[in-house]
């Protein structure tokens, strides 16, 4: 028990040492998500592979990732966050320089699903941990630690295209690596020890270690699934159809993601401080509807810089929905935190994984304006089970 002692007392000063690791950890997962992204033209072009092959290997990423997702949800509620993340982080660490190694798509395919796998892994133990700093320092800091991870995959991306151009592949996967391990070492050091989250499901109510014991995660779940969708559909969607729809060039077509993303970091960096002042509930419904109306916006656009300005203003408002629905599921009564916030993982994670490379084979037929209308519809059901956030604020109830 002495290993909760931490979690027992408010941690002091506005930047305790707890609340910089768990935000490098959060960096560092989020670097490797950037670098990944050039990682799929580079393996396209080495190994010589079709469109139908490099679909496979980003299929591989999103099995992994739900693969091994629930596995941590569990080995957290067993040993805790910062055991897991420090073992998942660890083997996380080595499947960028397997991925340069592979020498064929099997072998690539095999070292992309344990990418995704660990990056999934590590990101369920990392939210786990945030939300124990976040019950310890009586404040939020979810959407502030999301930011980090959007800062690490904006390093993540825009460095790597350079380093595979001027150094290979191979010592773009070594530099990326041994910096990645140099964030790893400073966050493992300072990491808050958490115990088994079994006993405090012990102590708050019937222990409940098991994803079929509440309802809750799977609502919560949805309504992260939900949320992320809104993000998916314009990262993998708004370059098709500004270039396409609103015959914009290439140039212009590739703000739209970007004025998303920009949008999104800012935001989170601010959202702790709205959720304290505004409480989780309305910040949510007021993001959400920000969301609903940027998407309509970008939809209904008669000209590109119009549906830009509508994906800068869905960024503002999908910004902080997420962290606030991991927050919540990492503080539902009497469930242990690595259940609630596995599930809602998977499920949200799915949203920019899955779902978005469906709604492209219906745009096929209706055009992307009638997705980026009809998607954010999903939003009025979030709003509508919005109340649920409540979890969110009990942070400051410890």
């Known amino acids: 028990m002495a290993q909760n002692s931490t979690t027992s007392s408010a941690l002091t000063g506005r930047y305790p040492r707890e609340r910089i690791a768990v935000k490098l950890l959060f960096l560092a997962n989020g670097l490797y998500a950037g670098a990944w992204s050039l990682k799929v033209p580079e393996l396209s072009g080495r190994l010589d592979l079709s469109p139908f092959y490099v679909s496979l290997l980003v299929v591989c990423y999103g099995i992994g990732s739900i693969t091994i997702m629930p596995i941590a949800g569990s080995q957290i509620a067993r040993y805790g966050s910062t055991v897991v993340a420090k073992i998942t982080a660890s083997i996380f660490l080595f499947t960028m320089l397997l991925i340069s190694l592979a020498p064929n798509v099997w072998t690539a395919g095999a070292a992309v699903f344990l990418l995704g796998g660990f990056a999934g892994a590590m990101d369920v133990a990392m939210n786990a941990n945030a939300v124990e700093v976040e019950k310890s320092m009586r404040k939020s800091i979810m ?18 295209g350079f380093m595979i151009d001027n150094f290979g592949q191979f010592m773009h996967s070594v530099i990326i690596t041994v910096a990645n391990a140099g964030v790893l070492f400073v966050a493992f050091s300072m990491l808050m020890p958490d115990g088994p989250h079994v006993e405090e499901a012990h102590a708050t109510a019937a222990p409940k270690t098991s994803i079929f014991k509440s309802p809750l995660p799977w609502i919560i779940g949805i309504m992260a699934l939900f949320c992320m969708i809104q993000e998916g559909v314009v990262i993998d969607w708004s370059a098709l159809y500004l270039n396409r729809e609103l015959a914009s060039p290439l140039t212009v077509a590739a703000l739209g993601a970007g004025a998303m993303h920009g949008t999104m970091t800012v935001m989170r960096l601010l ?55 991991f927050s919540a599921a990492g503080n539902l009564p009497g469930m242990a935190k690595g259940v609630g916030i596995s599930v809602v993982t998977v499920m949200g ?17 209706t055009g992307f304006s009638a997705i980026f209308i009809g998607t954010p519809m999903l939003l009025i059901v979030v709003l509508l089970l919005s109340g649920l956030m409540r979890h969110a604020d009990g942070i400051k109830g410890h």
């Open 143 to 160: 959407s502030s630690c999301h930011a980090f991870w959007s800062l690490g995959g904006l390093i993540g991306s825009s460095v790597s």
């Open 349 to 365: 994670y799915s949203g920019t994984l899955f779902f978005p490379t469906l709604f492209g084979f219906v745009a096929e037929h």
């Open 271 to 325: 959202g702790d401080g709205i959720r304290d002042r505004f409480g989780a509930v309305r910040t949510m419904q007021v993001s959400g509807v920000i969301a609903f109306s940027g998407l309509i916006i970008a939809g209904l656009a008669p000209h590109a810089y119009v549906a830009i300005a509508g994906f800068a203003l869905c960024g503002i408002g999908v910004s902080n929905m997420v962290p606030i629905a």
